[in-house]
């Protein structure tokens, strides 16, 4: 239970409501305990003088309390199952805000599926602890706390003899309370299991199809749905024997009532009016007892589900504003030029994923790059060039912080990154990736996205203005004649993940969004590797009208864009091993001759 005091930061902007909630909770638990006496007194009057006056002062007495506890009882619900709606709402909020804090590296470790079970399921497990079990739990300690005293009044004996059935229940709810927090982990856990599979292949449907995998697919779907089926069957089971084993215990106490209490009325020790009130005080502990099992089974699943929730929110984000030693806080310049510095820079993957971190030969896992000392002035153009898995893309990647670089080892116009804001930073840079990622939204929404000024326009002429800077961002894409066959052109939909665009459309939408952005600082991570030849020609062409006076990083495999950059740079498992222009590097040898004349065969046999 402990995992739940996590929580109890999310009530303090709900105090109030939770306050009036807990005193109407109060009034109606008081009202219902009304009720038994006025229905024993009703009895025991009648039998000494029946008359129509007495039976309508006692209904009608009978009828106003129940309707103000029913009053009473809406209101606590209403107050307390909003508040945990709020609750869930900050909760899914602060979730989600933590995610978006959280490294790649983080995501490659943990299952989408099982991070949206944890943001669906577990949030709504806390939340029933936030509003009904309170609920429930404090009318059931006001109900029984006074339904006892009213007991005892009538007989003390009696009342000892009802609440003999009460240790028993406490060591079952014990037992199976323990029993049902540890098989909802596992139904839990399952269930992030189910939704990471269901989610991987819907995903990745083509290649699914492309290598006949439906029924295999199917198989291993069937046998994780049984497994989850099986778990839930498990924690059924023991919910199925706890509600009866409850009720069980709680009826034997009933029925010694029954024979003592008839025993009493006869001796005279008790009127029937005061037995009949007795008996309903009883009948009103019977649902705290069973509540009590139902609120501790509602606690049970709300621990484990926040314990699961708080696993997320105590990974510490790895990459994020931090003061500097002097206590300082992290400086956010008006302007960024766009001067960077690479100063003796080795950076290594923390991965246990071995396809994610450079290799070196004989299989051994190294630095992906390894002492890279780069300066790169201001407004200037340069091309990184080598051949796959050399850290072209580590390279870039950690220039806006998406990958952490070492302190002291890359400088923005002369300020180490870490002393740079990260909203700072990054606002002042747009990247285009290797691997294209698009909304399942229109083209528009996806090449404004950097820009959501672009998006919502209160006037005509503003909606026009925004379309001439969108068309022309995905004119100088190359993006214009697709446009034109698009059904809707700019508000056609492209699907989850751009699944209706080609590779070459999604990488063009993707560089229109960055050229939109109109950073001081550009990107371009091998961003035109699935366009053809004479696609890419016209959009280098383009991209000279965009490149002067922003600092301009091109990662590519491909000689014909880095000739556009004004400095080459070569990289060989994770080195500089070479820099210069086009011709000076041709004219040297090594590996930027060797792909430059690779590059021009393949050219010339395309040709023919």
Not at 185 to 195: I, P
Not at 254 to 259: G, I, M, N, P, S
Not at 328 to 348: C, K, N, Q, V, W
Not at 490 to 509: C, P
Request: aromatic share 6%.
């Amino acid at each position: 239970m402990n995992k739940l005091k996590s929580l109890l930061p999310y009530f303090r902007p709900y105090r109030r409501r939770l306050g009036a909630g807990i005193l109407c909770i109060f009034t109606t638990a008081g009202l219902g305990l009304v009720a038994p006496q006025i229905v024993g007194s009703a009895i025991d009057a009648i039998r000494r003088d029946v008359s129509q006056g007495a039976l309508l002062q006692y209904a009608g007495l009978l009828v106003g309390v129940t309707a103000v506890a029913g009053s009473f009882s809406f209101l606590q619900r209403y107050l307390l199952v909003s508040m945990s709606r709020n609750i869930e709402y900050d909760l899914l909020h602060d979730f989600y805000d933590h995610l978006q804090k959280l490294p790649a590296s983080f995501f490659q470790e943990n299952p989408v599926g099982d991070l949206m079970a944890r943001a669906t399921n577990d949030v709504g497990a806390v939340r029933m602890v936030c509003g009904p079990a309170i609920m429930y739990s404090t009318n059931t300690l006001v109900v029984g706390l006074g339904a006892a005293f009213f007991m005892l009044r009538i007989h003390v004996g009696l009342t000892l003899l009802a609440l003999i059935s009460l240790p028993a229940v406490a060591v079952i709810t014990k037992v199976f309370g323990q029993k049902i927090h540890q098989l909802f982990e596992v139904v839990q856990e399952r269930y992030g299991d189910l939704s990471s599979k269901v989610q991987e292949n819907l995903s990745g449907a083509r290649v699914v199809r492309a290598y006949v995998r439906e029924d295999a697919e199917r198989r291993e779907f069937r046998e994780q749905n049984r497994t989850y089926v099986d778990s839930n069957r498990h924690l059924i089971r023991w919910n199925a024997v706890f509600q009866p084993l409850i009720q069980t215990t709680v009826g034997i106490g009933f029925a010694v009532v029954l024979w003592f209490g008839v025993h009493l009325i006869l001796n005279g020790q008790i009127t029937v009016g005061e037995y009949v009130t007795f008996n309903l005080f009883l009948g009103k502990m019977v649902w705290p007892m069973i509540a009590i099992g139902w609120v501790i089974n509602l606690a049970q699943r709300a621990a484990a589900s926040m314990g699961r929730l708080q696993a997320i929110f105590d990974t510490e984000p790895a990459i994020r504003d931090r003061l500097a030693a002097d206590g300082s806080s992290p400086l956010a310049p008006p302007r960024l030029d766009g001067a960077i510095r690479f100063r003796d820079l080795t950076f290594t993957y923390q991965t246990t994923v071995p396809e994610q971190a450079g290799r070196l030969e004989g299989g051994d896992v190294g630095p992906a790059l390894r002492n890279v000392d780069l300066e790169i002035p201001a407004g200037r153009t340069v091309a990184i060039v080598g051949r796959t898995g050399s850290g072209k893309s580590t390279l870039l990647q950690l220039v806006p912080r998406l990958l952490e670089p070492p302190e002291g080892s890359l400088e923005v116009d002369g300020h180490d990154v870490h002393r740079l804001r990260l909203d700072a930073l990054r606002g002042a840079i747009a990247m285009v990736p290797q691997e294209t990622f698009l909304f399942s939204a229109s083209v528009r929404h996806n090449i404004a996205f950097g820009r959501p000024d672009l998006r919502n326009h209160d006037t005509e002429e503003a909606s026009r203005k925004a379309d001439e800077e969108i068309r022309r961002a995905a004119t100088l894409a190359g993006l214009d004649a697709d446009l034109e066959g698009f059904p809707q052109g700019l508000d056609t939909l492209v699907g989850e993940r751009g699944i209706t665009l080609s590779g070459g459309q999604k990488q063009r939408v993707a560089l229109a969004r960055a050229i939109l952005c109109d950073p001081q600082i550009l990107l371009l991570d091998d961003c035109l590797s699935a366009v053809d030849a004479q696609t890419e020609e016209q959009i280098l062409d383009n991209l000279r009208t965009v490149f002067p006076g922003r600092t301009v990083l091109l990662a590519s495999h491909r000689i014909a864009a880095a000739r556009l950059a004004d400095r080459i740079v070569v990289l060989e498992r994770g080195q500089v091993t070479a820099e210069g222009s086009h011709e000076e590097l041709v004219a040297a040898g090594g590996l930027y001759s060797e792909l430059h004349e690779r590059q021009r065969l393949e050219d010339q046999l395309a040709a023919v």
